[in-house]
């Protein structure tokens, strides 16, 4: 949620957190500050504070400590940001963490007035290393060369057993007090630390981006009592595919099919390892075995001549791709296979989704993957019939297109199997030419059955052979025939319907397959809101690339006792140009045998994740109480072990955890709050069921904003409290986009943002901000594409939110859907974050 940056939290840098490039330049630099007003047209004059739509001071962090104008919390000199409108003094100052570490000892003990603020934690991770908090950088790079002896991989060089590792320097544990120090949600959006990348070589360790693996813990307890006794789960979320297309996120690549392995345990050579006997043998990191190097690990094939070893990728990124030998073939690469199922019923005619459907792909066709010229595509129609097309080349001149149709739903059969799928580059114009009259075939249909369930079976039976992707497009309730489900096929769905659909049934097929399930309440093609929002995802869904015949291996350490502990994650899978590939992703992590170092490094979001992957495992299996039970229950054993291992048993009147943790609370409100998971009979059944496919399929950034929506700096808490009369504030779950305009708006405001004089003429409901000449309305228009900008998120989605202009003093049912998103307000049997804190604390003092 956005609104004007002096409501109750100082600003927060916006500059991402970075490391510098080598040890000695631990020193932290002082902000910059830059101003554009000069150059900006000329702004007008609103009320204070109520038009700001967020700015932020650009600082550049280093490991050591922030300025103070750049700490949360603390009032600082800032650049306009978003245009340039003046900066507001902030009215509160939210205390943030204490400036000594945190112990059983030191507990109570008065916080240090000049550290007020988070700073992105001193790094820990191995490898690399920093210096440890108050250490200088001299004592910093001697601390790393005994540290790093193990891992050394300069040429020649004989290393240390792995037990020989010093300690990695950790976080260091800091409570706050939950009642007094609340949660602010920009701390959602602070970076995870860096790996530093100083090395004792010549060349520096590429880690891993959280986008890729992410741990519930960045300190692993060396023993499962420690782990049990924390009462943290210890998961990693792999995602090892974070963008829609290759060219937004390149890995590098191993093209010499030189692949060196464990031979124990199977493990790929990796930037962790160590080299033996002057390089010639290496010593696996995951289970200590030795393994020789390979012959050609050091010759360039290519070009035939010897190459520098330490230039390889795979020494050099936590996450690279080989290109896969034939021995890691079965059988030789399928081609790209998309099966089309259109529903071609009353239903989705009248509502104009198998013309929107056609038109998309038909104007997609040139996005869709087909580098190696193989992609093959097919059509199903789908009634109370099965509607098969058989599509002749573009060289078959006289050739046209053919329906046939199969009325026997028990066993559907493939009346011709060798010509229902055909490649895109030798038929592209009479596919063109099907697609365009496809609408026209069934324009008259009056039928209002629907054997979607057959139309699966004959699809998988019509691709097995090669695997691939079955896309149903579907806006009537399979009401006819059967459906069976078998391995290598994978089934996207996307849902439309006014009426119900039986999403929980439906969703179970893109759940149990690798696919995904996108849901369309109320869409008509009508509505040009509607028409441009599907057509939109589904042609950059159609672009996406994807991966065939994947086979996902997860590898851990052999032994969690070392200093640092190693996993890894493999993905062996055929691209869309088909070529086998081997994904690796290398994750290194130090491990403790203390429970406050457990505590100190663990990652609320990515605990949030889990948590929101198990509350719906079990809303399915046991149903929603239990599921919401289950959450309460969990964090109420968390901050009860908090109080009586680390925080001596006594919390006086507050309610303690680690800072880190500090926003996991209303993250589990916002769970129990959410969509899939509230406590409400007036939420349909098909809705609720699209918001679990959500709770468990989103990635961590955009997880947490559907959990606890938000917007353009500078985040606000989701209370009605943070919300003035006069102002405008823009709502984002990730998934919906509400724009909320105060019952007190100044008509200049109306006027440069809605085009309107007056409120009672604003068109509220579902729509698009009109684009006027004016400064402000272009500014508005800015922060909302931004935060529709998933790919600045690290993430790749299809998903384009509508967005629904709300007027307070509007429409009852409208207003009170947007309010919903206001995780801290009481609103349908739930609490409101000041009496859920207060819940928590009753049951953990019990």
């Not at 990124?317 to 021995?327: D, G, K, L, T, Y």
């Not at 509220?764 to 594409?785: C, H, M, S, W, Y």
């Amino acid at each position: 949620m956005s609104a004007p940056p002096g409501d109750g939290y100082g600003q927060y840098p916006q500059q991402p957190y970075s490391q510098p490039e080598q040890p000695e330049d631990h020193a932290s630099q002082p902000a910059a500050h830059h101003h554009d007003g000069d150059h900006k047209k000329k702004k007008r004059g609103y009320a204070a504070q109520a038009f700001d739509f967020g700015t932020g001071a650009n600082v550049t962090a280093g490991t050591g400590s922030a300025p103070a104008a750049a700490q949360y919390g603390m009032p600082q000199p800032q650049a306009p940001g978003y245009g340039g409108y003046p900066q507001q003094d902030p009215q509160v100052v939210s205390p943030g963490y204490p400036a000594q570490p945190y112990n059983a000892q030191q507990f109570g003990a008065p916080a240090s007035s000049g550290a007020g603020g988070y700073q992105a934690p001193d790094a820990y991770y191995p490898g690399p290393g920093v210096p440890a908090p108050g250490a200088g950088a001299a004592a910093g790079i001697g601390n790393i060369t005994a540290g790093m002896a193990q891992m050394q991989m300069g040429p020649g060089a004989q290393q240390a057993m792995p037990h020989a590792q010093q300690a990695v320097a950790l976080n260091q544990l800091y409570p706050v007090d939950l009642l007094n120090q609340p949660f602010n949600p920009a701390e959602l959006e602070f970076p995870l630390p860096h790996y530093s990348p100083a090395q004792p070589r010549p060349i520096h360790l590429r880690p891993i981006a959280p986008k890729y693996v992410r741990s519930t813990l960045n300190a692993i307890p060396t023993t499962n009592n420690l782990l049990k006794k924390s009462k943290l789960p210890f998961a990693l979320i792999i995602q090892p595919y974070a963008s829609l297309h290759d060219i937004d996120d390149t890995v590098p690549v191993v093209q010499d099919q030189v692949i060196s392995r464990c031979r124990r345990c199977r493990s790929y050579i990796n930037p962790y390892v160590t080299f033996l006997d002057n390089g010639h043998r290496w010593r696996c990191n995951m289970c200590n075995l030795t393994n020789d190097v390979p012959q050609a690990f050091d010759w360039d094939a290519a070009s035939q001549r010897s190459v520098d070893r330490w230039e390889r990728p795979e020494l050099n990124h936590a996450v690279v791709e080989f290109v896969a030998p034939q021995e890691y073939m079965v059988r030789p690469p399928q081609p790209l296979v998309y099966l089309f199922l259109f529903d071609v019923s009353y239903a989705a005619v009248s509502s104009g989704l198998l013309a929107t459907c056609a038109r998309t792909i038909l104007d997609s066709l040139d996005r869709i993957p087909n580098a190696d010229r193989r992609t093959r595509l097919g059509f199903v129609a789908v009634d109370s019939s099965l509607h098969y097309f058989s599509i002749p080349k573009d060289e078959d001149a006289n050739a046209e297109t053919s329906m046939l149709v199969i009325s026997d739903l028990d066993e559907p059969f493939l009346p011709v199997p060798h010509d229902l799928l055909v490649p895109l580059t030798e038929s592209r114009q009479s596919i063109e030419s099907f697609l365009t009259k496809l609408p026209e075939m069934f324009q008259n249909n009056q039928s209002n059955g629907s054997c979607m369930g057959s139309a699966l079976r004959a699809g998988h039976k019509l691709i097995s052979a090669m695997g691939g992707k079955l896309v149903v497009l579907s806006a009537s309730l399979p009401n006819l025939g059967v459906g069976k489900l078998e391995s290598q096929v994978s089934i996207d769905m996307f849902l439309f319907s006014s009426n119900y659909q039986d999403v929980a049934s439906l969703s179970n097929l893109p759940r149990y397959t690798g696919g995904q399930t996108w849901f369309y309440p109320g869409w008509n093609a009508g509505r040009p809101e509607d028409a441009i929002k599907f057509a939109s995802e589904f042609s950059d869904y159609l672009s996406s690339e994807i991966g065939l015949e994947a086979v996902l291996r997860v590898a851990i350490d052999e032994t969690v006792t070392k200093n640092v502990a190693c996993f890894q994650a493999a993905v062996l899978h055929t691209t869309c140009n088909g070529e086998r590939r081997i994904r690796v992703l290398t994750l290194a992590l130090p491990t403790t045998q203390n429970l406050s170092d457990i505590y100190a490094s663990a990652d609320q979001c990515a605990i949030a994740t889990y948590f929101s992957h198990k509350a719906v495992e079990r809303a399915l299996s046991s149903g929603l109480d239990p599921a919401r039970d289950g959450l309460q229950s969990k964090i109420t054993e968390l901050l009860q072990t908090f109080r009586k291992e680390l925080a001596g048993g006594s919390m006086g009147g507050g309610l303690q955890f680690p800072a880190n943790l500090r926003g996991l609370p209303l993250l589990f409100l916002g769970m129990m709050k959410n969509l899939g998971l509230r406590k409400s009979a007036q939420i349909p059944s098909d809705l609720r069921s699209a918001a679990l496919c959500l709770l468990s399929t989103l990635p961590v950034p955009l997880l947490m904003q559907y959990i606890y929506p938000h917007s353009a700096p500078p985040p606000l808490n989701l209370s009605s409290e943070r919300i003035v009369s006069y102002g405008l504030y823009l709502i984002d779950d990730g998934q919906t986009q509400f724009l909320w305009v105060g019952r007190d708006a100044v008509p200049q405001l109306l006027a440069d943002v809605f085009g309107v004089e007056d409120r009672t003429q604003l068109r509220v409901g579902k729509g698009t901000l009109p684009e006027l000449e004016n400064d402000f309305n272009e500014r508005i228009r800015a922060v909302i594409q931004k935060s529709r900008d998933h790919k600045a998120k690290g993430v790749g989605s299809i998903i384009v939110p509508h967005l629904y202009i709300v007027r307070e003093d509007g429409e009852p049912s409208l207003k009170l859907w947007a309010q919903t998103l206001l995780v801290e307000d009481r609103a349908d049997q739930g609490l409101s974050a000041a009496q859920w804190l207060g819940v928590l604390r009753e049951k953990v003092v019990q």
